[in-house]
């Protein structure tokens, strides 16, 4: 009998290495590499059509064309996965037949924030789903010798303390980039802040913990760790390049 994946589960890195945990387990706060976080902090994304779809997607003969279209398609499910939680709030409305009270998403548009390039890659498969989301552009770089964020680009909507932001970016490495982009928002305004990501390492998400122990991540997957270029292993490679079809 083919086994049944659950369609999330909850892990917590500690020294490197993911524990697993299972949906619904406890929200105790837990010590990882020296920072307290909780246990349901980092959410694993294992629905079958996202693992699949990301081992397309990490083959090296895959094409520019199908890596993109699949990222498309990843960002799409990834957005159904982070916005579970979402509150509601009832809405009356009239159906052909009588009234009803309805439900609808509290509050103001949610705001998505790609970091460029390769986060621009999760974003037309969000606007999908998410058509009136308000779009930030955070355009970061990766210093090839130090690894440090590099800032070139930001246009955010001014309103960001009122609305819940999803950072959108495939490579959560060194969490140099996310970091940058976050500290970056948070000065904007930005109280209500999630990450979503294809690929998390270890070390990164142990990283991002102890900067931002307030923002949770959604990713497919938690690799084994990076690279002495600080590039994640195994990943697929340079999210960007693969993304444009650039090097
Ligand atoms: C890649 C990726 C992330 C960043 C992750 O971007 O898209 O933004 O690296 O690495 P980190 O966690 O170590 O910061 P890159 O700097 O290559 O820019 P690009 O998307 O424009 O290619
Ligand atoms: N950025 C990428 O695009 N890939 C990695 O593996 C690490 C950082």
Same mark, same amino acid.
């Given at each position: 009998?083919? !086994?049944?994946?659950?369609?999330? +589960? &909850?892990v917590?890195?500690?020294? @490197?290495?993911? /524990?697993?945990?299972? #949906?619904?387990?406890?929200?105790?706060?837990?010590?990882?590499?020296g920072?307290?976080?909780?246990?349901?902090?980092?959410?694993?994304?294992?629905?079958?059509l996202?693992?699949?779809?990301?081992?397309?997607?990490?083959?090296?003969? !895959?094409?520019?064309?199908?890596? +993109? &279209?699949?990222?498309?398609?990843? @960002?799409?499910l /990834?957005?159904?996965? #982070?916005t579970?939680d979402?509150?509601?709030?009832?809405f009356?409305?009239e159906?052909?037949?009588?009234?009803?009270?309805?439900q609808?998403?509290?509050?103001?548009?949610?705001?998505?924030?790609?970091?460029?390039?390769?986060g621009?890659?999760?974003?037309?498969?969000?606007?999908?789903?998410?058509?009136?989301?308000?779009?930030?552009?955070?355009?970061?770089?990766r210093?090839?010798?130090s690894?440090?964020?590099?800032?070139?680009y930001?246009?955010?909507?001014?309103d960001?303390?009122?609305?819940?932001?999803?950072v959108?970016?495939?490579?959560?490495a060194?969490?140099?980039?996310?970091i940058?982009?976050?500290?970056?928002?948070k000065?904007?305004?930005?109280?209500?802040l999630?990450?979503?990501?294809?690929?998390?390492a270890p070390?990164?998400?142990?990283?991002?913990?102890?900067?931002?122990?307030?923002?949770?991540?959604?990713?497919?997957?938690?690799?084994?760790?990076?690279?002495?270029?600080?590039?994640i292993?195994?990943?697929?490679?340079?999210?960007?390049?693969?993304?444009?079809?650039?090097?």
């Amino acid at each position: 009998m083919p !086994r049944r994946a659950p369609r999330v +589960r &909850r892990v917590v890195v500690r020294g @490197g290495r993911p /524990l697993r945990r299972g #949906v619904g387990s406890g929200n105790a706060p837990r010590s990882v590499a020296g920072v307290t976080m909780a246990a349901d902090r980092v959410t694993v994304v294992e629905h079958p059509l996202v693992q699949h779809k990301l081992t397309l997607m990490r083959d090296k003969e !895959r094409s520019t064309q199908g890596f +993109r &279209r699949l990222l498309n398609e990843i @960002g799409m499910l /990834l957005a159904y996965e #982070v916005t579970r939680d979402l509150p509601l709030e009832e809405f009356a409305i009239e159906t052909p037949i009588g009234p009803m009270e309805g439900q609808r998403i509290q509050g103001k548009k949610l705001v998505l924030a790609p970091i460029l390039r390769a986060g621009v890659g999760f974003l037309d498969g969000m606007l999908s789903l998410l058509p009136s989301a308000r779009v930030a552009h955070i355009g970061l770089y990766r210093d090839p010798d130090s690894l440090e964020a590099v800032e070139y680009y930001f246009k955010a909507p001014s309103d960001l303390a009122d609305r819940t932001v999803l950072v959108l970016d495939p490579m959560l490495a060194t969490a140099n980039s996310a970091i940058a982009a976050l500290d970056r928002l948070k000065a904007r305004g930005a109280a209500d802040l999630r990450f979503v990501c294809l690929l998390a390492a270890p070390e990164g998400l142990a990283k991002l913990a102890a900067a931002h122990p307030d923002v949770p991540v959604w990713t497919a997957s938690i690799d084994s760790h990076l690279n002495e270029h600080g590039y994640i292993v195994p990943g697929l490679g340079d999210a960007g390049d693969r993304m444009y079809g650039t090097r």
